[in-house]
């Protein structure tokens, strides 16, 4: 764990510069705006170790997969998420030396992300190898209010010399993407074009063919005057440039604005991209830096509004609470079906693919909680949008009619994962389709997503359980063999109780959906019924009696399910009784010691019990919780938050409080040693739902909003808003004390500490 | 499966050439001789598809390991099996064309492999494009007399032309691994030498540097009449040869002969290695090709005179066996406790590292039967040098105190496969070592070798085992979690009962091992006590435990002990059930479908009753034979001997012969269509086994030979040899009779159906 950032209220401040920490704070300061991001490298040139990292969302290429051994049903191909053509350099050289954080003596080293604002700010004082010492100061944003451009105003003052200086500024498309399998670089050059104020690249991706156009402009001025210099344009292969000569005078401030725009094929016809690349970076040119800034900043204001959470009397909790929903915000705007929330969002590449699971089971409710509802619908028709894939991606694993098993990561609905514990065996991501469904409609009403495309999702999914089953003549129940569940620290187990549960609940759940539909819109159940040759007697017969005769493990001494088959055969010790050298078992032990340990990634009966919560009871939940929770280590960056809510719901505060602080401060404080790669974006989710779940015990239920808040020790009092049907409400909890104002929308009857209030 | 070679007593016989079986037949008609071997791969260029191979026993190459997904405890290098430099080659150009399959018209070809001695011939009509014709005859052998040299007789007759030809000669050591992990080349030069008549590389493979000189020279005749033709000697980087230019005339026979030296710095200092090349190579040359091929043939002679098996009545299981009997003599001889079998021989390079499990499993019982105890000791003895290594591996995992856990796969000591399921969990190997030296001792009465090495290994070994059990409250027995057993269609099972059975049978054998080196070297017992800080007390209190306590999964109805626990919560169906599509489940099921099923790769619970025979019924045997087989579907090659042997014992003559088919022309007729990368040569002993244990029901039993054979009804007779105490016996069993004959050593009492007979 690391302490190097300052605690405060808005701000996330580094002072002074040490290289060790550069790749964290690379990823830690890094800029989004949902259409793309990059990690906070520097512009200047930085000789020492870094992590370029520029992505463009939607862009991916295909890797071909590496493996040691391959197992059938592998895929030939791994979905990357792509380093993009890098246009944030302004690389400037006095005599002989550039400025090079890595070369020159640094002192008054300052990085600031301000993320009320969202706009990186970067100071220090540079002395160069030759003496010549320079005051630089920096900002940067990616517009939220237009996702294809950014802007960086770069000032440079020389502190005790005049010299000529030279300012390159490129666009380059000749980057790597670190985690290539085989070296390769994915980018085809397509065209550049260099002339004097502009330099553009148009790099298409190999095989999906993919274009970027990165396009940059640029003015100059020395003591606020415009200053022209003598310009020289420069390309060579995926790469373009303008470099102007100037003068710098001792004591004058000169001021490089750089404006960039990136449009993707997405998003553009291949023929006009460069044209209308062009227009953009000519409009935002003449519109210049302030009144852009002043826009993105603008669009920052109304989030905040709608979904900033105070936490008064601790700025670490406070700090890390926004840094949590920045990062969310910034990652996924919720304006295009085809894109996700990857999990490292803008912030790095590691684990290819984008979508996990952990949209639908962890992100879902925070948009919801946060956003419009259309949001969170964009995010269940991404997946209704692969539902070919996924029955093809059942298909290849033997499954038939039209069962959907859908991917364990993906990029655009195929699987792009090979590990096969987890890629065929961790089977109940594919109901995790289904409860965001349930989730969407429990919290938004709109039942019609069922007949729009959600029955046909479901249906897709219920046939997969129903092969997936098989039936035990040995315990006269249905069985699920060989899966993983949630907790990947065990690997093909029998009878995991999460699955059991998830696949009985997801054929109850599709029959719920399909009454709904027939009795709602006949017409289009016929059709549906049509297209996907849907036996609706047989298959709901079969259903039935697979809910009904679901084996679910359990342990009736102790009064608690169990994990799986066998789990009582293994050593049950306690996490805290583990040596501190031990930490983290991903780290100090052999995955196979792992495996044989009762230690738990994240505690999935608990994981199910908090998804399914109105299926116990008070007590159940509680024996369950007290003999899982001591067992497990955290490793997932998924599993402070579950536990996090349950306990604030069995009124273990403490508790409660210990794993909010482990989820928000995750990658503030490099919790598990891998921030460099890039921030756990996903796990973002789960600290907003600690607060407002955990915290103020935020539930809806048939449609209606329920608070049951408590307020950490440690706190003085805090706040959050929420969207609910049309309205934002403000819950502000203080010592014995909860206040909820309707700050937007029409009335509204919620449930506050079991008593109906009218808002 | 094909059948393309003719059957033959002796000869694999390919007639015709068809480029689509050639990768097969490189495989079958390789040749070796225990130091070093190659792929039947042409002396003459061919442009066609083949797959190159020279091996060096011993001589590897730690490869990165590649992996999609590390775990902790991967090995960071994989050992691989090194193609070496090239000795073979006999290039010949006439006119613009040179002799290559690919690009002439052929007739007449046929490739024989005499399995009698040693040697591989091809003969071979070729038109060139211009229509010149050549009638080509080739021998060739690697002295099994001399482990270091190999030879080549290739003679040509122009049939409508005479021309001027040239004849390259070249030794390469440019060559490249098929399986390398990053495409890299893995020798680097050390020298090369060519002038008329000699030419020589010597080439270091990278961070292992071990060195190999190959040197070749030749003589041409003409009509029995040496020519010298005009010599170019030439070399480039790892390259070296000699190019001679004579004429050809129409209707003469040219005779190229070709003799190679190549010696190994694991053999020779790296100091004189190139000198003793050359003398080893002027020597080889005086002596000519005829005298070498004869000294070669001699040593089969004297091999096949104590191990060969003759079948009479069934000419393709004549050839069968004595196709794996050849391989396995020519893999392995047994001179160098440093080397060991490689599951491909010096017939691929597919797997990487040498050393399976099989060695013990299988190989053991047939050099133990067929050669001097002296090879199997150095079987033994091999696994005892790698002790430290197998120390240092289990501390890797968490193991302490000294416990010993051999590799899945290994070159020199250190694991060399990355599969968690098989690497980490795969367990049962380890006692393989044990029960090799059960096996010994059995077999030769050698108990001295405990005292030597094997108590040593052993207590490794059971300190493994003690650390990798837990104990279950649930069960109140001693479990074993997360295992893979023989039968690799089912990972990280808990309690596979073939593991659990080996676990504590290891500890009981280890325990009687201790008794008689206590009792017979106190000396050395308590030298080995201090080196091993062994405390007899307190470790074999808790082996007495464990192995008293062992929980064994078993079905009391159906009286047959479980694969594992959980084993009958599946579906149970038999093979015969499968849609012919559906095999080989290996290729067309993904592996989820697999691990789920009830399919079985090689039946485990029967692989222990065939190494524990005696301590079970014969109806417990039935029983279990009965419930398992049916469910097999052999898809390892080391899984038909076992149900060979076992169906013999219990009178299933049919299904014996089957299975005895299955693995004796398992690459003659590419059963598994995998031929092509390599012979299974380790599985081989299993068809001799087969034979010898299966048929004709040898087993050694308190150090006396029992025998009670029975006559597959497609056989008239049958007859094997076996070296047993100092003597040869040859059984020879035909319809209704056994004779036993002593055909060297002292008098013999054995036990032949169960009477003891006198020889």
Redesign the interface.
């Known amino acids: 764990m690391k302490h190097y950032l300052k605690p405060h209220e808005w701000l996330i401040v580094e002072e002074g510069f040490d290289a060790h920490h550069h790749r964290i704070s690379e990823s830690i300061f890094s800029l989004g705006n949902g259409r793309m991001g990059q990690r906070a490298n520097f512009e200047e040139t930085y000789s020492g170790d870094s992590h370029q990292g520029t992505y463009v969302a939607g862009i991916y290429y295909p890797d071909k ?5 391959w ?3 592998y895929p030939e191909y791994f979905a990357k998420v792509l380093n993009a053509p890098d246009w944030i350099g302004i690389k400037i050289k006095i005599g002989k030396h550039e400025v090079d954080l890595n070369r020159c003596k640094v002192t008054g080293f300052k990085r600031t992300l301000d993320m009320k604002k969202g706009i990186l700010y970067r100071s220090f004082t540079a002395t160069l190898p030759d003496g010549k010492k320079v005051v630089v100061n920096t900002q940067r944003f990616c517009s939220m209010a237009d996702g294809e451009i950014g802007a960086i105003r770069y000032s440079i003052t020389p502190v005790n010399f005049s010299a000529q200086a030279t300012i390159t500024l490129p666009v380059n498309a000749d980057v790597v993407n670190k985690d290539s399998n085989y070296d390769e670089k994915f980018w085809n050059e397509v065209s550049q074009e260099a002339k004097a104020g502009i330099a553009l690249v148009t790099a298409e991706t190999k095989k999906t063919f993919f274009q970027v156009t990165t396009a940059m402009s640029y003015s100059i001025e020395t003591a606020g005057k415009t200053v022209k210099g003598k310009v020289k344009a420069s390309k060579k292969e995926k790469y373009a440039d303008n470099t102007v000569t100037i003068g710098l005078k001792k004591g004058v401030e000169t001021v490089i604005y750089k404006y960039a725009a990136v449009l993707s094929s997405e998003n553009h016809s291949k023929k006009k991209i460069q044209d209308q690349a062009k227009k953009k970076l000519k409009n935002i040119t003449t519109k210049g830096y302030e009144k852009l800034a002043n826009e993105h900043i603008s669009v920052w204001s109304d989030i905040w509004k709608k979904c900033d959470i105070t936490i008064e009397g601790d700025s670490a909790a406070q700090q890390g609470i926004r840094f949590n929903i920045f990062q969310l915000m910034q990652t996924y705007t919720g304006d295009d079906e085809r894109l996700n929330i990857g999990p490292k969002g803008f912030t790095g590449e590691k684990y290819g693919g984008s979508t996990y699971w952990d949209t639908e089971a962890y992100c879902l409710p925070f948009y919801l909680g946060t956003t419009n509802p259309r949001v969170a619908r964009n995010l269940l028709v991404y997946r209704y949008k692969h539902l070919p894939k996924a029955i093809e991606n059942a298909r ?3 499954f038939k009619d039209g069962a959907a098993f859908y991917p364990f990561v993906t990029m655009n609905g195929e699987e792009c994962h ?4 987890i890629t ?2 961790e089977i109940h991501r594919t109901s995790a389709m289904a409860y965001a469904m349930r989730d969407y409609i429990d919290y938004t009403g709109d039942k019609n997503y069922w007949t729009e495309h959600g029955l046909e999702v479901l249906i897709g999914i219920a046939r997969f359980w129903a092969q997936r089953v ?6 006269n129940q249905y ?1 699920i ?2 899966v993983t569940g949630p907790n990947e620290y065990e ?5 995991n109780w999460y699955t059991n549960y998830l696949g009985a609940w997801t054929l109850r759940f599709t029959m719920q959906a399909i009454d709904f539909v027939k009795n709602n819109s006949p017409e289009k159940y016929k059709s549906l019924v049509a297209k996907l040759r849907f036996n609706e007697n047989t298959e709901t017969e079969q259903w039935k009696d697979i809910s009904a005769k679901m084996y679910y493990p359990q342990d009736q001494t102790r009064g608690v399910y169990l994990q799986q ?2 789990f ?5 010790i306690h996490a805290k009784d583990l040596k501190p050298e031990d930490r983290p078992l ?11 340990s009762c230690f738990i990634k994240q505690a999935d009966v608990l994981q199910c019990m908090y998804l399914f919560e109105d299926d116990f009871t008070l007590d159940q939940i509680k024996r369950n919780f007290d003999f899982y929770e001591p067992m497990t280590v955290h490793e997932s960056s998924l599993s402070p938050c579950v536990h996090a809510i349950l306990a604030s719901k069995l009124g273990y505060n403490e508790k409660a409080y210990e794993m909010y602080l482990r989820t928000s401060r995750l990658d503030l404080d490099d919790y598990n040693n891998d921030t460099e790669d890039g921030c756990h974006i996903t796990s973002m989710a789960g600290t907003w739902m600690s607060v407002v779940k955990g915290f103020g015990g935020m539930r809806v239920r048939d449609g209606v909003l329920q608070l049951s808040p408590f307020i950490p020790d440690q706190w003085q009092s805090y706040s959050f808003r929420l969207e609910f049907k049309n309205r934002v409400l403000k819950v502000i909890v203080s010592k014995g004390k909860t206040d909820v104002l309707l700050e937007s929308g029409e009335p509204l009857e919620i449930v506050l500490n079991e008593k109906v209030v009218k808002l």
């Open positions: 997969t590496r493996v040691g051994w197992k059938n049903g290849k694993l033997g090979n590990e096969w514990e065929f065996e098989n039936w035990s003549k040995d315990k069985v063999l060989g690997n093909n187990v029998n009878n088959d066998g009582l055969d293994k050593e049950l991903n780290q100090k032990w052999s995955w196979d010691r792992i495996l044989r």
